[in-house]
């Protein structure tokens, strides 16, 4: 029997195993089971789900020096200072990334609103959460881990203009307590465009 998976958006995955072309196994995670199915992760390999579309993968576990502790000071005090509910943090070798649903919980209210104006309809909140879950996440914080010892992070903040992709220093080094107090309060808020 496969291990099943249900991400975000509520979908199942299953664990399978197939071969490549020289012979070596080759895990991943399928709607479909068409490979073997396996009951339990092979070693040193982990469940992902990517925060972006809520994918799933097998991925070979990854080091990095993040505690747990610090990856859900980053998801509470996000949830706290910026009144989102929804918040996924990553951790990408030694960073917390923050991603946030690309609608705000407003935009999915009107587009329910539109969509059932004039029938009588009384489940919204549920079709709320489910739009929300199945949304695509956007990455917009990063907490950078610079000093193990002391444990000192830096933020940025991501930017996408046109052909500049990438990740603008905020500040740092500082306590990530410090940092996410000061920079949450701005994720799905106009004076997020303002960092600089």
């Known amino acids: 029997m496969a291990l099943e998976y249900t991400n975000r958006g509520g979908d199942i995955y299953f664990l399978q195993e197939g071969?490549?072309?020289t012979g070596k196994p080759n895990y991943y995670m399928g709607r479909k089971i068409t490979g073997t199915a396996?009951?339990?992760?092979?070693?040193?390999?982990?469940?992902y789900e990517s925060p972006e579309q809520g994918q799933v993968?097998?991925?070979?576990?990854r080091a990095t020096e993040i505690l747990p502790s610090e990856r859900e000071l980053v998801a509470e005090g996000v949830r706290r200072g910026s009144g989102i509910a929804h918040v996924i943090v990553d951790v990408e070798e030694n960073a917390l990334i923050v991603y946030i649903p690309s609608k705000s919980a407003a935009d999915i209210d009107e587009t329910i609103r539109n969509l059932t104006s004039g029938f009588p309809f009384s489940d919204s909140g549920r079709i709320r959460e489910?739009?929300?879950r199945r949304s695509v996440y956007e990455k917009l914080l990063r907490f950078e881990l610079i000093d193990p010892k002391?444990?000192?992070f830096s933020v940025e903040r991501?930017?996408?203009r046109g052909s500049i992709d990438n990740w603008f220093y905020l500040e740092g080094p500082a306590s990530l307590d410090a940092l996410v107090k000061k920079y949450a309060k701005h994720l799905g808020k106009e004076s997020f465009f303002e960092l600089m």
């Open 57 to 61: 993968f097998i991925r070979k576990i």
């Open 19 to 21: 071969k490549t072309r």
């Open 158 to 160: 991501w930017c996408s």
């Open 150 to 152: 002391d444990r000192l």
């Open 38 to 47: 396996l009951d339990q992760v092979p070693e040193g390999h982990e469940i």
């Open 130 to 132: 489910l739009m929300m």
